[in-house]
């Protein structure tokens, strides 16, 4: 049985604090899950939001600072992994090497679609440009992955009008019919269902892992869970669930720094 670790949407773009992502890489480091699954999102791209397009909100939005700000954030949150391996290269002792995924979400999905629609663009802009692919197994949106008997993807959508499932967490485990996990929605939601042959299906919605809000939810929307998951015992699509907040990730490593620090100055 294998332990996996959920990454929810992160959102990353130019402006927000992003400082989470060391928490979580440093958590990785501690934790050591065999698989870690980046749900998607992980860069907001708001350059290319057709939502926001000739709103004032627009104003000063760049593609090549949206690429920038996802880059650095991903190096943040890689970070601890690499500086660990490098200190057991040095030792000589096996390297930590978990099994990455990355499923693309909708606001990666923007730079497809916008090449899509200018074919002008096709040489200058792609997902090539996130450099998901130097760390991850990167899968296509939507493209469904299956690990350890748990389907992974940004979100799954009603085949005849392509739009997300949402509503109870009951109701999409009996439609979807199978163990999944999806990020696309924020807060968490999560249930189980018991078949008639033994067998548990599993629901799991998580799709927020940021500190900053959302404008376009508006003041009573933002209030939601924010952090990661784990999962341990995972097997033919069952496993035991842990939340990780981002307050607890807080705590424990800005805690940890103040307490570095206060002992080097004494």
């Given at each position: 049985m294998r332990?996996?670790?959920?990454?929810?949407?992160?959102?990353?773009?130019?402006?927000?604090?992003?400082?989470h992502l060391e928490w979580i890489g440093k958590y990785i480091v501690e934790y050591k899950p065999d698989v870690i699954v980046n749900i998607g999102d992980f860069a907001d791209m708001p350059s290319l939001s057709s939502y926001d397009k000739g709103k004032k909100c627009f104003e000063g939005r760049r593609y090549n600072l949206d690429i920038l700000s996802a880059k650095e954030g991903?190096?943040?949150?890689?970070?601890?992994?690499?500086?660990?391996?490098?200190n057991l290269a040095k030792t000589k002792h096996k390297q930590y090497k978990p099994e990455m995924h990355m499923t693309l979400g909708n606001h990666e999905h923007r730079i497809t679609r916008a090449v899509e629609c200018?074919?002008?663009?096709?040489?200058?802009?792609?997902i090539s440009n996130l450099q998901y692919d130097k760390d991850w197994i990167v899968h296509e949106f939507?493209?469904?992955?299956?690990?350890?008997?748990?389907?992974?993807?940004?979100?799954?959508?009603?085949?005849?009008?392509g739009r997300p499932y949402g509503g109870m967490i009951e109701s999409m485990i009996k439609t979807i019919g199978f163990t999944f996990?999806?990020?696309?929605?924020?807060?968490?939601?999560?249930g189980m269902r018991t078949l008639n042959n033994g067998?548990?299906?599993?629901?799991?919605?998580a799709?927020?892992?940021?500190?900053?809000?959302?404008?376009?939810?508006?003041?009573?929307?933002?209030e939601h869970w924010q952090g990661i998951?784990?999962?341990?015992?995972?097997?033919?699509?069952?496993?035991?669930?842990?939340?990780?907040?981002?307050?607890?990730?807080?705590?424990?490593?800005?805690?940890?720094?103040?307490?570095?620090?206060m002992e080097a100055i004494k």
């Open positions: 332990v996996h670790m959920i990454i929810p949407d992160c959102q990353v773009k130019h402006g927000v604090p992003t400082h991903m190096a943040k949150l890689l970070k601890p992994i690499k500086d660990h391996n490098k200018d074919a002008i663009l096709e040489d200058m802009m792609g939507l493209d469904p992955v299956t690990i350890d008997g748990v389907t992974y993807a940004h979100y799954f959508y009603n085949p005849m009008n996990t999806m990020g696309h929605q924020q807060g968490l939601r999560q067998k548990m299906i599993r629901g799991l919605v799709g927020s892992c940021y500190l900053h809000e959302e404008n376009y939810i508006g003041y009573q929307g933002n998951i784990i999962k341990h015992e995972v097997e033919d699509g069952n496993y035991c669930i842990m939340e990780i907040s981002l307050d607890f990730l807080c705590r424990k490593y800005e805690q940890m720094r103040l307490s570095k620090f």
